[in-house]
Nanobody
Framework: QVQLVESGGGMVQAGGSLRLSCAASGRTSSGYVVAWFRQAPGKDREFVAYIGWSGVSTSYADSVEGRFTVSRDNAKNTVYLQMNNLQSEDTARYYC?????????????????WGQGTQVTVSS
């Protein structure tokens, strides 16, 4: 089991930046991949970014490509999502999700471990 806790959300003006963190605990030595998802009120949960165990493999949703960067520090058991040039459409609750069995997935239901989420609100 891996436990995940997100932090770093908040309110920012359009064009601003935030960095989200996803701290992992538990059986992290077994390795795990992480994806970020977000969900706005009334909308489906959507994939944002993915990072593999080593940090070399990453992928992004088209809507955030070039603005968001996912990274990880395995010594700290933490995954980051740097979000730049935020826009109002980025407003959502952001969740990090982990898996020790599925690689590269953009499907939220394939992830076993979830944090509680952190709210990001972008004002225009």
């Amino acid at each position: 089991q891996v436990q995940l806790v997100e932090s770093g959300g908040g309110m920012v003006q359009a064009g601003g930046s935030l960095r989200l963190s996803c701290a992992a605990s538990g059986r992290t030595s077994s390795g795990y991949v992480v994806a970020w998802f977000r969900q706005a009120p009334g909308k489906d949960r959507e994939f944002v970014a993915y990072i593999g165990w080593s940090g070399v493999s990453t992928s992004y949703a088209d809507s955030v490509e070039g603005r968001f960067t996912v990274s990880r520090d395995n010594a700290k058991n933490t995954v980051y999502l740097q979000m730049n040039n935020l826009q109002s459409e980025d407003t959502a609750r952001y969740y990090c999700a982990g898996s020790q069995t599925v690689l590269g997935s953009m499907k939220w239901h394939e992830y076993s471990y979830w944090g509680q989420g952190t709210q990001v609100t972008v004002s225009s």
